[in-house]
């Protein structure tokens, strides 16, 4: 027979309590009275027959019993708040929630999703950014946008971008350098991603320029690279599909015809063990018709 669960209620007090080390704080997460906490803690020990807290002047500590206790049920808490999480995404009708990088969701994915919500009005989009893998276990994250191969064993991805390098720069830092061979970048100041930080070597040894890529100013992201060239500061290196509509509109100069591709690109991604959300799998099929669009 199996041996019978103690009492919820107070088990959840005593979890809390044993977390924050204090019944006080406790009751403020549980939004209920420290005597209420303390109550409940009191049935628990009962029920065990052995004390799991010692009550100290100026708070509590956990007993050899209650150390024990706390150990075996965190997971478990864990493992029901992964549960709820889960089970809460699925219920999640109407909300699609991805993550993206900074630069990628400002130059490729924001300008597109006013027509994605024009055709889909009753999705409410919720886009986040980090540079961080998405735990699809314990984050509430319908799909992720991330670069490299393809080849996550756990994800499905669908590619969205090939990533290829191209230097930029304002028309009139253009005008005023005179550029006429990459060799000529060693008197340009480089701006370079700290998100991204070969991608100056990679082009410039893609076309053996014999520039030091090591030498400019670093930025936190390539959206803000983007931005110092746009101010005349340097010479940005781009992922081309980012920069394209500003070079068209004369915005940003492509000083040079060559770009390296890098074999990578970016992609959408969702667990393979997870079944998509229905505003995931709209939104699939808006981005598949979109990219078979400018094929």
Known sequence: MKYPLP??????????AARLCSLTTAAEEMNVSQVAVSRQVRV????FGVALFRRLHRGIELTREGKELYEGITHAFQDISNAARKVSRR??????????YT???QR??????????????LIEVRLSSSLAPVDFETQNIDASIRSGHGDWPDLHAEKLVDIELIPI????????????????????????????????????????AGVDADTGIRFDNSALAYEAASMNIGMAIAV????????KNGSFIAPFEHTYKTGESYYLTWP???????????????????LAMTD
């Open 7 to 16: 009492p919820l209620n107070p088990l959840r007090a005593f979890e809390a």
């Open 44 to 47: 628990l020990e009962e029920y």
């Open 91 to 100: 219920g999640r009708r109407n909300i699609l929630s991805i993550q993206s």
């Open 103 to 105: 630069t990628f969701s």
């Open 108 to 121: 490729w994915l924001i300008p597109r999703l006013a027509n994605f919500h024009d055709a889909n009005e």
């Open 169 to 208: 720069c304002s028309p009139m830092l253009m005008e005023s350098a005179k550029l006429e061979a990459p060799q000529d970048l060693s008197h340009i100041r480089l701006l370079h991603s700290m998100a991204r930080p070969n991608d100056w070597a990679s082009w410039l040894s893609s076309i053996d």
């Open 240 to 247: 081309k599909a980012f920069v394209e509509r500003q070079i």
């Open 272 to 290: 393979r063990k997870m079944r998509p959300s229905e505003p995931l799998l709209k939104f699939l099929s808006w981005m598949r018709e979109l």
